[in-house]
């Protein structure tokens, strides 16, 4: 018990500096005594002062002190135990549907449509503590990003490599993405959940209205502007250029908000258009649904410390009656003034951006503007860190977060920040786990590949190095013991007169020998560094975006369902 204790908020106990100060002044000015006492004889001071009242005040001042030293010790949670807590989340499930299409690239909402619906989708991840969430991106075809899970640092790490130009089809068609989305509540065996669109438009009102239910309310988070803009085509490899029509006229994408506004009515649901705060998100998702505030179990447990502090509870509730004396609490509320934040020093640029952005969103435009190590300070979750880390080129760093990402993900990111260690076989090992579990996972296969035949070259190269090596001993040997058949019959001829010869002989041996050696060093230190140039550049073809991965999962996807015969010319006249 001893060893194990601790506190659980620790940061408390600096109350006790200023209590503890407090106690110091008081007693010093008890014992200092009345000033009467120096102007009156002491004869005539036991008549005039009286004393019970003296003696009563420094009993209840000093009790009073006496809790206000155990009020910061019990609020600091002192415990010493463990105990088993079953583990319950909120029945609530909500299916995030992102519009892909090409209009979410207008720019008439800065830095644009569809970076504003990412943040948002991310702000609403962070404030889901509990409950199920699922993400479905969708264009003139849908597809499932991220099934229903509580896993919210998932969906976050996939939800900012999305873009419209990944999409297979386009077009802007929410039916299919509303018949996924029925799809995942099913699987994961939901009676009711909540869906909620962010898109820039609905052409059809009645491919939203066909899906209506009680249950799965739907509604609608409008990005945009009624006046719109042009959609550039940057992204689709075309800088400079807009989307046109056949004529040559510049298209601009409007924001509908009364065509939407009566999709979401007609749904059960509300629509609000994107705003900077939460109350478009509060107010978009404030629909009510039978039995949400119920709970259901979770099979998982884990133990928790249980917190002591309540014993000194008992101790504090009999001198908590002598706080309402006049004067008394308020000396009270002002020691429970502590400061709980620290107060840390910025530069100007950054103080200006902290007061529009989080530091997660400033940690993402450093990562974007390769500021790598600054983005790795300004991150809290410890993924985003190693994703920060491994960006820098710290490895060491970036494994040491992935190590603790038991997820799939985190998985084959251990195996590239293994691979860019150089433990190419514990990087093999860790693509062939993320294989068991998913064999269609593309990246770990390629990059499993890749290593393999890494590891050949470079057994090949060891080998024919120790080979040459050893033909190169074997010639020395033989030159050696042809030198010394030489030298041997020498020596019974004319061992007198050649001796001194023989010893310019070993000496000029000797130098050549070292010769021999220092051009092998030279030759090594050549073929070391071809062989780290030659591992950079397999390096740098290890894919590492999940962007990627997940253009190919809709390409498959797709294609599969043409194969099927349910596609139906998803597509449509419209492109955007």
Known sequence: ???????????????????????WAWVRRTQSGSKWESAIASDLLVVLLDRTHDRTSRWLTGFLLLGALLAPIGIAGPTWEKLPQEVEQKNDALIVLLDLSLSMLAEDIKPSRVERARQKIADILRARNEGLTGLVAYAGDAHAVVPLTDDAATIENLLFSLSPDMMPVYGSNPDHALQLAQELFENALLQQGRILMITDGVDDVGAVTRHRSTSFPISILGVGTPAGAGIPLDRLRQPGRFLETQEGTRIIAALDEERMSDA????????????????????????????????????????????????????????SLIAFRRGVLVGFIAICLVPTESVYAATLGDAWDSLWLRDDQRGRQALANGEAERAAILFDDPQWQSVAHYKGGNYQGALNGFIDDATLTGTYNQGNTFARLGEYEIAIAQYKQVLGQQPDHEDAAFNKELLEQLLEEQQASD????????????????????????????????QAENQQQNQQDVQDEQQDSQGDQESQAQEDQASRDEKQEALEQWLRRVPDDPGGLLRRKFQHETKQRLRRGDYENRQGDKLW
């Open 264 to 319: 979401a009515d007609m749904t059960y649901g509300n629509y609000a258009t994107i705003a900077l705060g939460d109350s478009d998100v509060q107010y978009a998702l404030s629909t009510r649904l039978p039995g949400e505030d119920e709970t259901i179990e979770v099979e998982r447990d884990f133990d928790t410390w249980f917190d002591q502090g309540y014993w000194l509870a008992l101790v504090l509730l009999p001198l």
């Open 1 to 23: 018990m001893v060893e194990e204790f601790h506190f659980i908020r620790p940061w408390w106990l600096l109350a006790l500096i200023p209590l503890c100060v407090i106690a």
């Open 463 to 494: 080998q024919q190095n120790q080979d040459q090596q050893s033909q190169t001993n074997n010639e020395n040997q033989e030159s050696d013991q042809s030198d010394d058949s030489q030298q041997d019959q020498s020596e019974q001829d004319r």
